[in-house]
Each structure stands twice: as C-alpha cells, then as structure tokens.
C-alpha cells in the first residue's frame, strides 16, 4: 500500500481529467511509476509529472491510516476534472478547487476538498463520501450521459452552495447543502433525501416521482403540482437528523432541529410519491 | 456450601439454545414505551404455549435511541428463526405499531436477520416510504397518529434459554419478598431478561406428564403439597414455598451473571428472614447442552 502526494505545478492551460489517479490504482506503486502516468491536457499527451511535483508520502503514515492509500492533491485548480472517478476504497484530500465531474461514478471511499467543485459532483455516485467545504456547481448527484438515473447511493455533503438542478435524477443516496440552492433542486428526482439548510431557487423538487427533498427556509415558489399536508410532526425527522448528526461532526447541530414542518406532497404530475418537508422549528 | 446461611445444593441448571433478537421501541414520552413494550412482552412466558419468551432488557435515554426519544429495550427469544420471525411481526405488528407515537428499531445489527419493517410495510397501503440511512433501510408507514417508522429487519443471535435457580423458603410471602429482590438484581445485569410475570415463576414444571397429550406437567418434587405424597419431594420439612426464576440470555456470561446477582440477592435474606435452600431444575443433563453448576457459579 502507498500513497502520493500531487502538488501541482501550475494551472493548468486547459481542462484535465485524472480519472485514472485513484486510490486503488496507485495502490502498492512508487512515486517514480505513478509520475509516468499519462494524462491528456487538451491535444497534448502529457505525464502526471509534467503536471504535479509527485511525492511518495512514505509508509509509516500510510500504515497508522490503514490499509487503504490515499492522494492528497495541493494547490489543486478548477481545470482538474474528473477526479476521483470509479474510486471504490482510499481517500482523496484535494486542497484547492476541484473541477468538474468530481467523484464521477464513485463506488466507495471518500473525497474531500478543502475549496470549491464544479459541476457534475457525484454523477452516477453508487457509494462514498464527497464533502465540499465551500460551493458546488450544476447537478450534483445528477445521472450520467444517457443514464436515466442519478447517484444511486452514497453521500455528498457540501458546505457551501449548490448550483441550479441539484439532485436531479437522484435514484438513492443523500445530498446535504449547508448553503442555499439554485433552481430545479431535486427536478424528477427518483428517490433519496436532499437537505438544504439555506435559501432555494424556483421550482423546487418539479417531476419529482418519490425522495425528499427537506428544506430550512420557505422556498420562494413551489410547483402548483404540490398539494400541502399542512403543519405536521414528521417523525422521521429526528431520526435523519441524529443520524446525519452523528455521522458527521460538522452537522452535529442538526440534532438540535425538530421535526415539525409543512409537508408538500408531489409532483402530483409524476405520481405524488415525492415530498417536500419545510422545517418550521429549526 | 452456604451462602449467607442459605444451603447451595450441588446441582446445576440446564439450559437450551435459542434464538434471540433485541428490539428497541421508543415513544413520544417513555410512559408510552414502556405501554408499547409492555403489550409485546405481554403472554410471552414460556415457548411451550406462548410461542415465544420476551421481556424488557432495560429503559434507553433519548441519546441512546436512534430517533433521540426516549425508549425501551426489549428481547425476544423463541426456539427457531422462523418462530421467532413469525413472533416478531405479530408482536410488532399488533402490540408496537398500535401504540400512539411508537416506533420500531433493531437492537441488534447483524445477519441472519428477519423482516421487520419490510414486512410491515404492506400495511402503508402504497403510501409507505423507504428511507436508507448509513447503510440502514427504514420504513415510514403513514398510520392515523403520525408516521410510524420502522426499521427494515433485525438480526437474529444464537441464544440461551432456560438459565434458572430455585428458591425454596419458608412460605410464599418470604419467597416472594426475596425472589423480587433476585429479579431487580438481575434486571441490572445487560444481555439477559426474565420472561416470566415479574421475573418470577409460580408453577415451575418438568418434562412429561402421565397424560400423553401434556408436554409438561407440574414439577412435583418441588410441590410443597405432595410431601409424603410422591416418593421424590425434594423439599423437606421447613420448605413452605418454592419459586423459580428463569432467565433467558443472549450469551453463557449473561446467564452466569443473573445467576449469580439473582442467587446472592436472595440469599441476602438468609434463614432468618425464611430463606432455607436455592436449587435448581434440570433433566439430569441429557437433555441441554448448557449447564449452570449452582456452587461454581457462586465461587
């Protein structure tokens, strides 16, 4: 087992995908063999070291963390896309920004970065963990090309902003947003849970089939194919809340947020599975 | 050996396993727990007829239940998977989901596992939600108090049924006044339950009976009523009372350690407060595979 440390040299002149940079697949190589690893920057075919200063992290960290390798990415930029993509185990700490489809088609591990993602997080997500200490772009958690289901499991927690269309597609699987969020969140949403904490676009949760979509504030307008069920208890609440409480240390206020609120049942166009929960008590 | 003035006889009890599985029910306020455990644990003293033995295990503080109310623990213990299974989504079904404001969780994670929620769903009518968190799938069923919420399954453990000791006393008021102290004492002891009405059991039996039809009939060696009636009493002549009390546990250690808690807080009374003899029920070892030695026990 081993693990690398990239720090890149400058951004970037173009868009550069580093789906090939996973835990997995750097597992038990050396410094030397990953800084070969090709990578394609625009119509250039470049090596990861043309790119990152490539620093093997040594084994001794790696052994107090287990038996899973990691990838720290310094001075990361919003042209590095991709990253992440298919990782199953490990982890991924990016300081900087991330680009766009981060976390595509993760399966397991955990991602963390300390900036700003594009768009595309979690796209077709089965598993893991991304958490994004400040904001996000455009569909997040969405399906992949030609898929007609977003992430099906797995977690994104995002303490920023999300942009427009978050969740859409969703299958399975949970998106927090401590920020606010753009419009369409949760548009035809197919099952999951959406929680965001701060301000919502237009047309929250429209075509939406089953899920929840759980929001602090009032959203500005709610598609009139949602009926209300009025003020109510929401039982579940609580157990959502301590759950995402205790899973993670920087909700942790969450248990102190009650269960009441206005359901918003909908799209009634779609089947009427899916609800809107506005918290009345946070 | 004496304990406190109160003879240990050699013996020992003989136990059987089980299957077992711990629910935890929690309420609006733990007054409504406890009315929900209460209804499940009800008739459920003994496999021969109830088809299943359960009690509750202890109270649960809201920072301990999953929804962050108050709750109960309860264990279940019936002789097969399927049994116990069948026993659960009656007692659920009936005794918790009934109850105003309950919900239902596993108190024990682990495979195998039998339907819980997944069974209980059906009775949402189409308008039930699933809802996977942690890894962990729960069944919102919409019910006329609220929203019931329910987890999907819960594990099933290898158990220990049938751990007992016998309290034989001067009369029934002082074997009554000690075996309740044996109970709250055992009570305290995690992993283990008391199945019978208040932990205490009146009517000990044996296996067998001299009617074909019957699979257990009254412990006679042990009726004060039929000394110098059957040739086997094993009570003497200072013996008024006998009661017994029999633990279920989900390991060997649970069962050791009710014992011996139950046994010392009995003694406690000694002989002059009517307590003479503890002792204990098996079929001369052929039959369970677990023995409890009474003196080992409390050495």
Do not use: W
């Given at each position: 087992m081993s693990g690398i440390v990239l720090t890149l040299k400058k951004r970037p002149s173009q868009f550069v995908d580093l789906p090939g940079l996973t835990p997995e697949a750097i597992a038990g190589r050396s410094a030397q063999d990953i800084a070969g690893e090709p990578l394609q920057l625009g119509r250039r075919k470049v090596t990861v070291a043309d790119l990152f200063e490539v620093e093997d992290r040594g084994e001794r960290e790696i052994a107090v963390r287990g038996e899973e390798s990691e990838i720290t990415l310094r001075r990361s930029s919003?042209?590095?896309?991709?990253?992440?993509?298919?990782?199953?185990?490990?982890?991924?700490?990016?300081?900087?920004?991330a680009g766009d489809y981060l976390g595509r088609g993760m399966r397991g591990g955990h991602i963390r970065v300390r900036g700003s993602a594009g768009h595309c997080v979690g796209q077709g997500m089965q598993g893991g963990l991304i958490e994004v200490s400040k904001d996000i772009g455009d569909f997040a958690g969405g399906a992949l090309l030609g898929a007609t289901e977003g992430m099906n499991e797995g977690?994104?927690?995002?303490?920023?902003?999300?942009?427009?269309?978050?969740?859409?597609?969703?299958?399975r699987g949970m998106l927090v947003v401590k920020g606010g969020?753009?419009?369409y969140l949760g548009s035809r949403m197919k099952g999951g849970t959406i929680v965001v904490l701060g301000p919502t676009g237009r047309s929250v949760g429209l075509g939406m089939r089953r899920g929840t979509i759980v929001l602090a504030e009032r959203p500005v307008e709610v598609p009139a194919t949602f009926h209300?069920?009025?003020?109510?208890?929401?039982?579940?609440?609580?157990?959502?809340?301590?759950?995402?409480?205790?899973?993670?240390?920087?909700?942790?206020?969450?248990?102190?947020?009650?269960?009441?609120?206005?359901?918003?049942?909908?799209?009634?166009?779609?089947?009427?599975?899916?609800?809107?929960?506005?918290l009345l008590s946070s | 050996m004496k304990v406190n003035g109160v003879y240990i006889d050699d013996t020992f009890a003989e136990a059987f396993p089980m299957k077992a599985t711990r629910i935890i029910i929690t309420g609006m306020t733990l007054k409504w727990a406890y009315r929900a455990a209460n209804s499940l644990i009800g008739?459920?003293?003994?496999?021969?007829?109830?088809?299943?033995?359960?009690?509750?295990?202890?109270?649960?503080?809201?920072?301990?239940?999953p929804d962050g109310r108050p709750g109960i623990a309860v264990i279940v213990f019936a002789m097969s998977t399927k049994q116990l299974a069948d026993q659960i989504l009656k007692r659920v079904g009936q005794s918790v989901m009934t109850t105003a404001t309950s919900a239902c969780f596993s108190g024990l994670r682990c495979e195998p596992s039998i339907k819980l929620g997944q069974a209980l769903r059906f009775f949402g009518d189409g308008y039930q939600i699933s809802k996977k968190l942690n890894g962990v799938r729960y069944w919102r069923i919409p019910v006329m108090?609220?929203?019931?919420?329910?987890?999907?399954?819960?594990?099933?453990a290898d158990a220990i049924g049938g751990g007992n000791f016998l309290v034989l006393a001067k009369t029934s008021r002082h074997a009554l006044a000690a075996c309740e102290k044996g109970v709250l004492a055992i009570r305290k002891v995690p992993r283990a339950v008391t199945s019978f009405p208040a932990g205490i059991v009146g009517s000990g039996s044996k296996v067998g009976s001299k009617y074909k039809f019957m699979k257990a009939s009254t412990n006679h060696p042990y009726c004060p009523t039929l000394k110098?009636?059957?040739?086997?009493?094993?009570?003497?002549?200072e013996i008024g009372s006998v009661l017994e009390i029999?633990?279920?546990?989900?390991?060997?250690?649970?069962?050791?350690?009710?014992?011996?808690?139950?046994?010392?807080?009995?003694?406690?009374?000694?002989?002059?407060?009517?307590?003479?003899?503890?002792?204990?029920?098996?079929?001369?070892?052929?039959?369970?595979?677990?023995?409890?030695?009474?003196?080992?026990?409390?050495?």
């Open positions: 919003d042209r590095l896309c991709a990253i992440g993509t298919s990782m199953s185990e490990g982890r991924i700490e990016v300081h900087g920004s977690t994104i927690l995002v303490s920023g902003n999300a942009g427009h269309r978050a969740g859409d597609r969703m299958r969020a753009g419009d209300t069920s009025g003020k109510l208890k929401m039982e579940f609440l609580r157990l959502l809340f301590r759950e995402l409480g205790r899973s993670f240390r920087s909700l942790a206020f969450l248990r102190t947020y009650g269960p009441l609120s206005e359901r918003l049942i909908g799209d009634l166009s779609a089947g009427g599975k899916g609800e809107v929960l506005v | 008739f459920a003293s003994s496999v021969i007829a109830c088809g299943c033995e359960a009690d509750i295990e202890c109270e649960l503080d809201p920072e301990e239940t108090h609220g929203e019931f919420v329910c987890e999907e399954k819960t594990g099933v110098g009636r059957v040739p086997d009493t094993d009570v003497g002549p029999v633990i279920d546990g989900l390991d060997e250690e649970a069962i050791r350690e009710s014992m011996r808690a139950g046994i010392e807080a009995v003694c406690r009374f000694g002989p002059e407060k009517g307590i003479y003899r503890i002792s204990a029920g098996n079929y001369g070892g052929k039959l369970g595979p677990y023995h409890f030695h009474l003196r080992q026990i409390l050495a």
